[in-house]
Structure formats: structure tokens, C-alpha cells
């Protein structure tokens, strides 16, 4: 760059801070982005890319009006880019030479506050994690949108750390920028978040009061990492982030991510989508704060068992109140977002509208309180206290706002009449010149005798009298001064109608003004209700979780689990929440487990499709239901306090790492091995599968021989091995069960029974067949099935004599497909004809180019012809 100007000299020292986002560059009416950024940002927002300067000079850039540039920027957000937001910080009029930056504000996917980036549902976690000499990790979290606040420590286990990262809603990492590269490597590979840095973890003196419920130095750093970066990037009040708490790692059921995401916990496999879940069926709750939470509870179910056992009560209660029940969600319908509510209150970008609708929540409050009371009476002081803030703020907003205010701060029309008497007068004044007014056009109009003379007002000019061009010889000379000139009218002033102006608009400048000041200062007191409304919201929040586990465990018929202290499994009738919600209405078979002493582990054999995934998901989902406090699909259910569920079902998710499947499965099937205890669940599916036959077969006995001698956890193992049955006479707490499946007249019935014993066959070439695969393929997959069966697949391990499958058999296909063509066609064309067609069939059409394929049909024309 042969020079660059002052401009650009300020525009690369800013942008040499923030290397990491994009910088929105503020000039005039928009916000520009330069070099990289400006091409980046041009091909992710689809916005022209231009140009500053000239010929090799020439600086790629890109630029958003001001006014409309938050759309852009949620978008970048949307997709995990940061955002430095650089602002003019001093009035270009005055400003001697470049005009002064400052970069104001930092926009990240865990700092926004509002946008598309904010889920409705969805909490937005900026989580900050602090590694230790002695290995430990510690972990901070904050949702700035509800000013939520909590941390841990975690032991020497990354695998942990990754996992709770990765719980829904994170959507920024901070670390320290000397984190261990392949530590940060490894926990990107897993949860795909936007990372930060920050490396001051001093805690802010002003923030002190947040941590006064966190016992240990770490945790207190770990927090204080977090708050430094939000210091840094906000540069505005933080005073809504609630006091920190402290949460126990290991006071809720362990899942990893991949368990999570196979249980389709939050969000189904294919389609990402929520629909298709067991969120989608236990969410039944009606207001914002409620979803975010019920979310929150399926992402980390409890494992205390009087923590379930008083949301099991509650549950228990609203289900004998149907009415009560039913005008409590009618009620809570009408409650707004009070936690993000609450967070704009903080921050001050709350509006009168805003308040309003605060206000019509808080009028909810009694009603709600009182039903409440009728169904669960014993929790009215833990959900509502401090009642009497509810009607002070009632008031509060009562008394100063009108009922329905618009949702700009600064045009007026949000004061109560009689709020503040300054206003008042003012509003007088203004109501009394523009009624004087009214009656200056009356009398105009007798005085000139023009009856279509009025009285206008535009922001260019002020008040004006116009009268169309016929008539403005009617007016006295001398009286009026001409101001503008329309096509068919002249606007005239006179000394009165300015002075009245002039009264008039100072009135109203002074009402805008005033009114704003009123409203900031209203916003201000409603700051003091701040803890109250975030306590009111949490309770707010519990009630509709749990009103809506009453909804669903009625309408689909649940029962209350029971929690064994022998560690037993006893369900009659289970189903599984989502499938029996998919097919056809009475089409679900109901199933049992049991899994007691002598039947700790289960070996499932059957059919493909027969339901053993669905039977394995269905005792995990049962588990985690009852362990939110919800009621559960069966005729009654009996089970332990599982402390993790560990599950391998499927695969294929983890090509990103660049592992094979089968290296994934057998990394997940250690993390179990090593992490289980004989509280845990294990779930795995068809493990081996994924390798030779011996190997494969060799692995899955080691891993149940391993499980049942030493880790000792209740395990369902679903397997093709026939073989394998063969263990339950060695090992004691080993169980067969299998998928039962009939045969009538050729075809194969699925039952999607499970019985005790093992099954006879696979049908794997039966739902081969339904998938339509060509005819040769399973009909000769039935005839090598029958030699395997008869003890004659030696012959078929030599590799040498015969072809690999594939090859041996798509020339076989090729031939015969041939022969076929030949024979229809002999059978019925001329001599010719059969030629040509021949030499069509033959023909490499999709090889061939344009010309090619001209010369060749001009070829088979003369033929024919
Ligand atoms: N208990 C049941 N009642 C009715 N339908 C069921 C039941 N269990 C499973 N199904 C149906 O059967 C389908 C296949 O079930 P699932 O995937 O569990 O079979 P699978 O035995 O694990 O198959 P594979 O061995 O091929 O993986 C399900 O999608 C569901 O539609």
C-alpha cells in the first residue's frame, strides 16, 4: 500500500485490537467494513463488495446503513462470527482532523440480548472454563438474556467437561489464551461453539455480592473469568446477573453428547428438528420461561431421589385438580417473558410497552397464586413471597403509564395523565394552542369568506393557512406572507399563527423531553424489583413445567414411577414416548422390563425391525422421564436412581473428527466400560458390527463378560450374534430376551414382543426383500444363507477362487440383463430393426458427446431406412 490515510491509519489500529470480529467501522449513515472483512462479510451477507481508492490502492469494502445494520449483524451472529461494533465518539463538527473511534461494544453469539441469535424456548449460554495446575476444570456459565448465573468444578475429566459444555443453549466459550491447544481442539470437535479469550480472573469489586454463595477460590475465578470478558466486551451495567450458584456435577444423571443426541432427548436425529423428541412430549408449557426450563430439566435430570419425589408430588397434585389445573395454564398463558423482561430492565432497552405488559402479568399473579394454593398449598410460601412487591410495582406502572403506549421512548404518549404535573401543563398548553388554532381557521375562514381555507402543519414550515389559487385575491393585502407555492394553492404565515407556533412546539419538545425522563426514571425504580421478578419468574417458570408434566401424563395416560432401593427394574406395559405417538392409534405394543437379581444384563436378539432399539431407547427415556419429576408411559414402573446412562445406538456422527466409525464406537463403548458404576444404565446396540464377523463377535462376548464380572450396571445389549446366547449359562446375571416375530404363508409378522429366550432367526434377507433390493441379490443371498446353514461356507472364505461379492455378481447381472434384451428383441422385430436396437442398447449413451450422438442416430436412421 503505497499511503494510506489518516482514516485507515485509525481504521487498522482499531482493527489490530480485534482481530477475531468483524469490525463495523462507523462513517456517516453506515457502518464499513474493509479487506478481509469486507470480502467475508460480502459473501455471508450476500452484499455487493465495492472499493476505497484506486487502481492497486484499492481497498475491498463493503458497508450496512446505520439504521438497518442490526439485521446484518444478527445474521453474522447467527452463524458464530463476532462483532466489534466501533462508534464515532465525538460530533464530526467538532472534531479536529480524523474524528474520533472507539469500539463500544462487543457483539457475540453468547453476549446478544436480543435478534434472531435469541431462541424464544432456548437459553443462550456464555460459558467460561478455567483449567488448573492440578488438573481440575472449572466452569462458569451466564444466559445475559436472563441474567442467570452458575459454576462448578470438575475432577480430572475432560470427557465431563466437554459434556456439560455441550449441554443445549452454549453458544461461546471464553478460555484463557494459554489453554492447552489440544484441549480446546478436543472440545471443538464435540460442541462447535464460537471461542473467546480472556485471561484476567480477578473478580470485580463491584460484583462481589454475586459470589457470596461460592465456597472455593476456583469457583470464584472461574466466575470471575467470565465477568471480565462480559466487563470488557459490554462496556454497560451488568446489574440483573443473578448471584452465582453453585451446581454439583454429580448431582444429576451423566449423558454424554452422543447419548443425548441418540435418545432424541431435545431434538430428533434426522431432522435436528424438535418435533420428533421426548422434549416435544413432555413440553407442554405454555409460557417462554417455562420451555427454557423444562429444556434445562431434560438436559440434566436429577438423581436425588427427594428433589424427583416432591416435582413427582406436585405433578400428582395438578392431576387431581383438572379444572383448576386447566384456568392456571389459561392464566399463565397470559404471562410475558418476565426473565428476558428482566434483563432489559437491567440493560435499559426495555420499553413502555414492555412495562405494560409486565404490569398485565403481575395483575395475573393473585389469581395464579390462589389456584395455586387449591392444588398444592404446601408450596405457596417457596413459589410466592414478597407479595407485596407485586402490588407495589402494580402500581408503580399503573399510576405512571398509559394503558397502551407505543414502543418508541422518545415520541411521547407513554405518561399516565396526571403522573407529573410539569407534563401536564405542558400537554395543556399544547392541547390549548392546537384547540386555538382550530379556531383561528373558523375565524379565517368568516374573515376572508373562503370557506376552504385551512390551517396546516408540516416540519419544514410550521403552521400555515392555505387557500387555493381562485381565492387568494380574497385575502387582505398585507396580512399574510407568502411561504410556499403549490400547484394549486399558496401557504401564508401571519405574525399570530408563528407566535402560537412557537408556543405550541416548545410545549411539545419540552413534553417529548420530559416524558422521557419520566419514563427512564420509571424504568429506574422498576430496577429496585429486579430480584422479585427473577424469583417470581423461576416460580412462574417450575409451575408451568410441572402443570404441563400433568397435561401430558393425563393425556397419554401415564403412571407415577416408584423408585427401588434394590436397584430394580420392574415395568409392566412400558411404551415408548415418542414411537407410540407416531404409528397408528392402538398399534403400539406395550412392553415389560425386568431386570432383577439373576437378570442384570440383557442380551435382545430378533429380527431387524422388530423393535430392539426401540425396546433399549424406551427403558433410557422412562429413566430420564422419571427422573425430571414426570409421569411415564407404562402400567406401572419401578426403577433405580441410574446416575448416568451411557448408550451406543448407531453411529456415523463423528465423521468430522476424522475417526472411523468402528474406532468411534469402540471409544465410546470404553468411555462406558471406565465411567460406569453399577448405578448406571448402559445401552449398546449390535456392538462389533462393525468389523469381521470373529472380531467383532470375539469383542461384544469381552465387553458383556467385562460389563457383567466388574462394572456390574444394568445393561441392555441388542445383538445379530446368535452365538452369543450361548453366555447365559455361564454368566449368572445374564438374561436372553428376544423380539418375537411369526411366519405365516412367506411372509414375516413383526410382533414387537419381548419375551424371555433367544430368536431362531434374523429375517435380515426378509427386510432385504421389503427394501426391494433386486431380486438376484437376496434370491441368492437366501441360497448362500442355506449353505452357510449347512455348514458349507468354507468353501466362501477363499477369496482367491472366488470374486468379491459385488464384482462376482454385477457381471452375472450384466450377462443376464443382456441375454434378456437380446431375446425380447428377437422375438418380435425385422432383421434390421433387431439391429438397431442392438446397437442401442449397446451404446455408452451417457459417454458419448452432442456430435457423437447425432452421428450415431444419423447412422441407426440409415439403417432403418
Ligand atoms: N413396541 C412396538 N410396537 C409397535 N411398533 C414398534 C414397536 N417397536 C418398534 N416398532 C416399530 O418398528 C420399527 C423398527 O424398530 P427398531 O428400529 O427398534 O428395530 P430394530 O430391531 O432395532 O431394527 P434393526 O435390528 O434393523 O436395527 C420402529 O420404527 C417402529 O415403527
Redesign the pocket.
Known sequence: MAQITPMMKQYLEIKAQHQDAFLFFRLGDFYELFFEDAKLAAQELEITLTGRGQGEDRIPMCGVPYHSADQYMSRLIEKGYKIALCEQVEDPKEAKGVVKREVVKMLTPGTMMNGNVIKEKENNYLVALTAFEDQSFGLARTDLTTGECAATLIGDALEDVIHDIASSGTKELVVASDLDETTLKRIIEKCPVTVSYEDKVELDQDYMNLCEDLQSEKLKMSFARLLQYLIRTQKRSLNHLQRVTYYHFDSFMKMDTHTKRNLELTESLREKKKAGSLLAIVDQTVTSMGGRLVKNWLERPLIDQSGIEERLKIVTSFLEFYFEREELRDELRHVYDLERLAGRIAYGSVNARELVQLKRSLEKIPLIKELVGKMVPSLLSKWFHEEDQVFELIELLDRSLVEDPPISVTEGGMIRPGYHEELDTYRDASKNGKQWIAELEQKERQETGIRTLKIGFNKVFGYYIEVTRANTHLLHEGRYERKQTLTNAERYITPELKEKEALILEAEEKMEQLEYDLFVSVREEAKQFLPFIQTLAHSISEIDVLAGFATVSEQRHYVKPTFSKKRDIAIVDGR?PV?ETV?EKG?????DVHMTKGREMLLIT??????????MRQLALLAVMAQIGCYVPATSCELPIFDQVFTRIGAADDLASGQSTFMVEMLETRYALTKATQNSLILL??IGRGTSTYDGMALAQAIIEYIHDTVRAKTLF?T?YHELTQLDKELADLQNVH?SAVEENGTVV?L?KVIDGQADRSYGIY?AELAELPSQVTERAETLLKQFEEGTQAQWTNQAQHPPFSEQQLTLFAAEEEAKVEKSVSDTLTGQEEKVLKKLVKKDVLHMTPIEAIQFINELQRLLK
Open positions: 415408548h414411537v404409528i398399534q403400539y405394543v406395550a412392553n430378533g429380527p431387524n425391525m422388530a423393535g430392539k432399539s426401540t425396546y446396540d449390535e441388542s445379530h423380539v413383526f414387537h427386510v
